[in-house]
């Protein structure tokens, strides 16, 4: 990103931030802050010299003001040998390739740069990144040789001169002088010119990279690149929800303005009009009238009532007196408003200043958050290798601390109710989902639990799509009243009813064309048990895996494939095996496209995919409780993904109460979730333990 500060710049690196391939982390100036001190660290090709500059670039970067973090939260923290070995072997093949070209040891430094981007870039789990360095355009040439054509891009952002150095006196960084700040201005779009002139192929419009630019906005011509003037308020609104608008924003007033969205933009145009004196306006336009005309920016003052006015030597020496004294007490009412933010731009501003020698220690140990210890506990190793007092020791296992997971945990303990001749104590947990690109996602799991005119219901409810969660309350909430209204025996009010829910959701205000949920509902009545829909102990779930349900979807007139079968990059087949690309179901109509791409067969809701013959018409199976039987075990598939039936009656049954195995349960399906995909599904679990009533 070249151009100058103050120009959206920030606002665009946190909308690009939001996009799920593109990290756009706040830079540390690596290549402007580094080169004017290359000298220190002596002949580059030397390789323990050349080591000591990786560390220090690496402190340099690890000490941001804003930190560097990962999809996960944690703070990025680099290989320093692996980037001391990509830089050699980079600038080795570089030599190679361009052997009519000086690669001199200045190529370290970028390889550095680069490599330390590109490490960012996999920690975040993105597929390319973005600098958002403004004065990199000066070192276009070294960039280019570097890059070359195929890697190398730009956006280039302009705004009038007289806004920046407005905002720039109202900002703590940066210059606090008017000559200072807007001489700084014009050499930085000179470099961006040349960058223009020389390669304007490789410069892009930032919406050329936020979105498609719509129809009705002609195409950028020249320099023509203004943010706010064609950046969609949606993608603005939506930034300053995202995790790096929110993260520099409680760090500094400097980034403030990147939570408060479109209503912000709109009076940033031409702020200088109203608010900037004449004789200021008089100054900056003396220093960048050319430019500003060679931007197409008009001049208030300088050719229309004055002439531009001409600084002696002396002038210009008293100009970077006051501007030096501006920063000076710049520094010292930060260090009385803000004194974390001042002293995180000391600690990185120090890293320059150290002598070349290595920083860091190599025995250091990798960051971790292991915040916690284990407690001694009496109860046997079995028992203890389960998390049975989760969330405790959550942050071991995870990327969420302790109160993280608590904040996602809902338990609901000590019930019970009478089945006959039984006894059943049972207890609840639910814990939300941890998705690191949307981490308030909201939980998308619901569920039902309560004696009812005499029937104890015992329900799971897992929402899919955009309004999943909604769905999926909207079931719950529902369910009774619609099993109420029929007047049917039991197993076909229960039909009736999950069929009447899933009409009265499809005229609701939520959108189920493409979303809905699936629905565990068990129903105890006596001593006898029901259940319908989704995750049966005593049946197959309900996906094209199984034969009958794969002949139901086709009579339907339903396509059955992966997503890879459907696009061609897949031979046909129906050789699907559990834990690949699961068989969805399709329409057949691909002009009206690609939709709606079920892997589940039955579910309350789905509007798009009841022709195909996704159906809320629920499948039942009945069974009489015995005195063989000690519990009822429901779950959504954030239970049963990675654990098997009979492993998780297994973890069941080694704790005393229902609410202990609960616990055991999510805080182990929430290991293997974050073990095998760095990710959860929402959790949820209802355990019941089953004892004989002697007395009845």
Known sequence: M???????????????????????????????????????????????????????????????????????????????ERILDVAISTIDILRTVHKDKDINQKYYLIAIFDEIYNINAIACDKRTWICKSMGNSQFHDMLLTYYGEERLRYIYLVRDCRDVALSFMRTPVGDCHYYAIITKWTNLQRHALHVLSVSEDLVHQASDVLTTLPAQWPPASGVEARIGCYIE???????????????????SYQFQNLTRGESFRKQQFQKWRSEMDDDDIHLIESVA?????????????????????????????????????????MHADLAVENPEDLKRRLIQKAVLEREAVMLSSKDEEKYNDLDEEDEDDENDKVKKMYPY??????????????????????????MSFVAGMYDVQYSVAMQRGYYPSDLDKPCQDSFLEGSFDGIQWLCVFDGHGSTGHNCANYARDNLISSYEANALP??????????????????????????????????????????????????NDQTPHRKDELERIRKAGGLVM???????DEPMHEKWVDGDSPPRIWSPDRKAGKFPGCAFTRSIGDSNGEDLGVTADAEFSEYTLSDGDI???????????????????????????????????????????????ERTDDITVITGFISKNFSS
């Not at 580094?34 to 560390?55: A, H, M, Y």
């Not at 300088?302 to 002439?307: F, I, N, P, R, S």
């Not at 429901?634 to 202990?660: H, K, M, R, V």
Request: charged share 30%; with cysteine; net charge negative.
């Open 2 to 80: 070249v151009g100058s500060q103050r120009s959206g710049s920030n606002w665009l690196r946190t909308m690009l931030s939001e996009r799920e391939d593109l990290a756009g982390p706040h830079p540390p100036h690596i290549l402007r802050d580094f080169f004017p001190i290359l000298d220190k660290f002596g002949d580059l090709e030397d390789e323990s010299n050349l080591e000591i500059l990786v560390d220090h670039v690496c402190t340099f970067v690890e000490s941001n003001q804003v930190a560097w973090l990962d999809k996960h939260g944690r703070k990025v923290k680099f290989d320093r």
């Open 233 to 251: 308020a949606r993608q603005i609104n939506g930034a300053k929800k995202g995790t790096g608008a929110k993260q520099a924003a409680v760090l």
């Open 289 to 329: 009238s050319e430019m500003m005309i060679r931007l197409g920016y008009e001049p208030h003052i300088v050719g229309v009532t004055k002439d531009a006015l001409v600084f002696s030597d002396e002038q210009i020496a008293n100009f970077k007196i006051l501007n030096e004294e501006g920063i000076k007490k």
């Open 389 to 414: 007092k989760w969330p405790k020791g959550a942050s071991k296992v995870g990327f969420l601390s302790v109160d993280q997971v608590t904040e996602r945990l809902q338990v609901k303990e000590g």
């Open 490 to 539: 039991c197993k076909k009010a229960l039909g009736s009813a999950l069929l009447d829910v899933n009409t009265s959701l499809h005229e609701s205000k939520i959108d189920d064309t493409n979303s809905g949920t699936t629905a565990l509902t068990v129903l105890i009545k006596d001593d006898k048990v029901g259940e319908a829909i989704r995750a049966k102990a005593l049946t």
């Open 562 to 568: 992966t997503s890879e079968q459907y696009d061609g």
């Open 631 to 677: 519990m009822i075990l429901i779950g959504s598939d954030g239970i049963f993904e990675f654990i098997s039936d009979i492993e998780a009656a297994n973890i069941a049954c080694l704790y005393d109460n229902p609410s202990e195995a609960c616990r055991a349960l999510v805080g182990e399906s929430y290991k293997r979730w974050i073990k095998r995909e």
